[in-house]
């Protein structure tokens, strides 16, 4: 194996198999020929990120501007939105079975009103 087949193939052993098949459809859409070197520049110009790095955690504010959070703060987060749900989801939210009579009276003689 040449040098530059050997530090792409070591680097390539790094990535997520979804980064390799980014990387390798970039390229083939970029390089005329296959080339080696524009392969190799492509991973330089990827370089540090990896699919941790790529991964953006946060939430939208009232203005829909995203707020950056760290993973730790997505998760308890997000674990705090779920409790939420399940303790009020018996008492806020439309049965499925309610949903299914309104739709199922959509063009018929009687329609339902859109339950609340």
């Not at 980064?19 to 390089?31: G, P, R, Y």
């Not at 991973?43 to 990120?49: K, W």
């Not at 439309?94 to 199922?104: G, I």
Request: with cysteine; charged share 25%; net charge negative.
């Amino acid at each position: 194996m040449t040098s530059i087949n050997q530090q792409i193939a070591s680097h390539i052993q790094t990535l997520a198999s979804d980064q390799v098949k980014s990387l390798v459809l970039n390229w083939l859409a970029q390089s005329e020929q296959g080339n080696l070197e524009d392969f190799e520049r492509l991973l330089e110009d990827q370089s540090g990120m990896t699919y941790e790095k790529a991964i953006a955690y946060g939430e939208l504010n009232e203005d829909l501007t995203f707020q950056p959070m760290g993973e730790e703060e997505m998760v308890k987060k997000s674990l705090e939105v779920l409790e939420n749900y399940q303790r009020t989801a018996t008492t806020t939210g439309v049965s499925h079975h309610q949903v299914k009579d309104w739709l199922d009276s959509l063009g018929t003689d009687q329609p339902l009103s859109c339950p609340k």
